[in-house]
T-cell receptor, first 111, second 114 residues
Framework: QKEVEQNSGPLSVPEGAIASLNCTYS??????FFWYRQYSGKSPELIMS????GDKEDGRFTAQLNKASQYVSLLIRDSQPSDSATYLC???????????FGKGTLLTVNP | DTEVTQTPKHLVMGMTNKKSLKCEQH?????MYWYKQKAKKPPELMFV???????INESVPSRFSPECPNSSLLNLHLHALQPEDSALYLC?????????????FGPGTRLTVT
């Protein structure tokens, strides 16, 4: 069974710090990786997608992918209280083309 | 602007009722999805439509009946639901079907079954 593992948290960081969110996956055939942000009571919002090894930056967000280690991470620089949310890691299923979600990490940014 | 819209935002229904959830995407995508999400859990895939044809049914009970009238619209017909079906129902769309494509979610319908 394909698995996506995330630290459930909560992860608490002070305002202005770097928040680091981690995700590991079990299917070596996976090629596509996504980070979603979900505020309490709202729907998931796609914030980053990454397909190749290395870093991908978008504003304050950086996604990092290491396929050899089956590891994907999301860094949030200059964290703001508005970043407080649950972050879901999602991975394509390889041969099974479903999207598999991790259980999410709750991030709290303290003013 | 939200490019995937869902109606209604909230729905309360009894176990004998029949109701429908509606989803519309304005992104020109060819795949649409229904997910169910319980509190503090990740979304669970229910159905996938690709080019208006059902391509995945994740063994969902028959009291949930999807319908795809055209490539922009997706409905979920509900009948004889159980209280445990209370959840946030999410519609999503993507350029193509499958996990390699970015999926964009609508705002969801909060369903309560009494």
């Amino acid at each position: 069974q394909k698995e996506v593992e995330q630290n459930s948290g909560p992860l608490s960081v002070p305002e202005g710090a770097i928040a680091s969110l981690n995700c590991t996956y079990s299917d070596r055939g996976s090629q596509s990786f996504f980070w979603y942000r979900q505020y309490s009571g709202k729907s998931p919002e796609l914030i980053m997608s990454i397909y190749s090894n290395g870093d991908k930056e978008d504003g304050r967000f950086t996604a990092q992918l290491n396929k050899a280690s089956q590891y994907v991470s999301l860094l949030i620089r200059d964290s703001q209280p508005s970043d407080s949310a649950t972050y879901l890691c999602a991975v394509d299923g390889g041969s099974n083309y479903k999207l598999t979600f991790g259980k999410g990490t709750l991030l709290t940014v303290n003013p | 602007d939200t490019e995937v819209t869902q109606t209604p935002k909230h729905l309360v229904m009894g176990m004998t009722n029949k109701k429908s959830l509606k989803c519309e995407q304005h992104m020109g995508h060819r795949a649409m999805y229904w997910y169910k999400q319980k509190a503090k859990k990740p979304p669970e895939l229910m159905f996938v439509y690709s080019y208006e044809k059902l391509s995945i049914n994740e063994s969902v009970p028959s009291r949930f009946s999807p319908e795809c009238p055209n490539s922009s619209l997706l409905n979920l017909h509900l009948h004889a639901l159980q209280p445990e079906d209370s959840a946030l129902y999410l519609c999503a769309s993507s350029q193509g079907a499958g996990g390699t494509y970015e999926q964009y979610f609508g705002p969801g319908t909060r369903l309560t079954v009494t």
